[in-house]
């Protein structure tokens, strides 16, 4: 109690939250009057981040400014516009399936959406589409980020589980695959309803000459995906690989990244990557502490008197950790509720550890689109102008579809499992 108490105390003055975890197992440690403890904490503090698969997520990072600078992104927009454009609501079916390809190099919801923010708002404005749908379908875009690979989210989980980084990655291309289509519904039935404007006309030939023009951007997915699906290479081999491939295609392919660039785009990647590795190791350390404290066996005891099979103990997660996901950020909320919960879930209820994380992972990013925080909705808001709390009300309807699709993954785990060899 004295640890939560603490780490309430510092969350709420302002402190970060790797450093709320850091100072919390400390306060542990002096309360637990065990001294010994001490030299074990910075063990488990380097131990966190003493992981091959961490490397993945730094090149992830890399990849997503490349290919910024090398002007892929705009060119993924061009060619999903080819494909959908000319339908009723053709430019909302774009804002989707371009955050699809996009979501495959970037992973990150949040650098998602004020990316294409900035893309597809305006255009859509333009076009006669209301500014507050435009921006909140593109925050909805973003949540594909961190669910179809690359995804720093699942790197992340998969060092806190231990599990396979390339199989937390396979694992979610269906559950990204299906929620595309489930947004894609969502707006033919609301094109109808609100008779969205259509895009302007492009004749087959038109078509195919930007689908040929944009189609060399698509191999940064095809290596990232395909590497670890044929096992040619592991999740951090392939990420390697893709950055290689993302240099070159905006190199000598749309001719907009210059070498020069380089010592910058690395520069801010190993900025925000540290930010990241740091939260990794804070999380090493409060997992050792939960741990050490029993609390994954008394939540364990307590959900077992709530829920008796592995469907409702799902449902229960479902619940606690949307509503843990409105407030916290999605890495610190991994880092929160996995040394907690998922020592339950496999143990108690022997749910297979990569299903569970596609579940959190994808309630946690939800939660970056639910009120009272709603971290996606404020970065699109920064970029558009509109109001965070509109946006929410008018794209009802994708919230309420992404929670279809987690009761889906509860009641049918091979959704996650069925790439998984």
């Known amino acids: 109690m004295i640890t939560s108490a603490a780490f309430m105390v510092f969350m709420l003055v302002g402190v970060p939250i790797g450093l709320c975890l850091c100072l919390a197992g400390l306060v542990y440690i002096a309360a637990s009057g065990n001294p010994v403890l001490f030299q074990s904490y910075p063990l488990q503090l380097f131990g966190g981040v003493d992981s ?38 053709g430019l909302a079916y774009v804002n989707i399936l371009a955050n699809m390809f996009i979501s495959s190099i970037l992973g990150s919801a949040t650098a998602q959406v004020a990316i294409m923010a900035q893309i597809m708002v305006p255009e859509m404005e333009k076009k006669g589409y209301d500014k507050t749908f435009a921006a909140g379908l593109t925050a909805y875009g973003g949540m594909l980020g961190p669910i179809i690979p690359p995804s720093v989210m699942f790197v992340v989980y998969s060092v806190l589980a231990q599990v396979s980084v390339s199989d937390m990655l396979i694992a979610g ?3 990204g695959v299906i929620l595309t289509v ?32 944009t189609s060399p951007t698509l ?11 044929s096992g040619l290479a592991n999740a951090t081999e392939s990420a390697a690989v893709g950055a290689v491939a993302a240099a070159l295609v905006g190199k000598y392919w749309t001719r907009e990244f210059e070498f020069s660039q380089l010592p910058q785009m690395m520069l801010r990647s190993a900025i925000y990557s540290a930010i990241v590795l740091f939260l990794v190791a804070a999380a090493a350390v409060f997992s050792w502490v939960l741990i050490f404290g029993k609390v994954p066996q008394e939540t364990a005891a307590w959900i077992q ?30 880092i929160m509720t996995v040394p907690i919960l998922l020592p339950v879930a496999t143990e108690v209820y022997h749910i297979d550890p990569r299903h569970f994380g596609v579940v959190v992972v ?34 009802l309807p994708f919230f309420v579809i992404s929670c279809v699709l987690l009761v889906l993954l509860s009641l049918y785990p091979s959704l996650s499992l069925i790439l998984i060899k």
Do not use: H
């Open 219 to 229: 191999l940064i997915p095809v290596v990232i995906v395909g590497t670890i699906l």
């Open 362 to 395: 994808i309630n946690l990013v939800l939660g970056l689109l639910s009120p009272p925080v709603g971290l996606c909705f404020f970065v699109a808001a920064a970029v558009t102008g509109a109001k965070p709390g509109k946006m929410f009300m008018v794209t």
């Open 305 to 334: 008197t709530a829920a008796k099979d592995p469907v409702s103990f799902m449902l229960i997660c479902n619940v606690l950790l949307l509503v843990i996901g409105t407030v916290i950020d999605g890495i610190p909320g991994l």
């Open 52 to 89: 091959y698969g961490l490397i993945a997520i730094p090149l992830f990072i890399l990849i997503g400014e490349i290919m910024n600078g090398g002007g892929i992104t705009r060119r993924i927009v061009d060619m999903a516009m080819a494909f959908v454009g000319s339908l009723k609501g």
């Open 173 to 175: 291309i269906v559950p």
């Open 182 to 213: 489930m947004f894609c519904l969502v707006i033919a039935l609301m094109g109808y309803v609100y008779n969205y404007p259509r895009a302007d006309y492009q004749t087959p030939r038109q078509r195919v000459m930007t689908i040929l023009r």
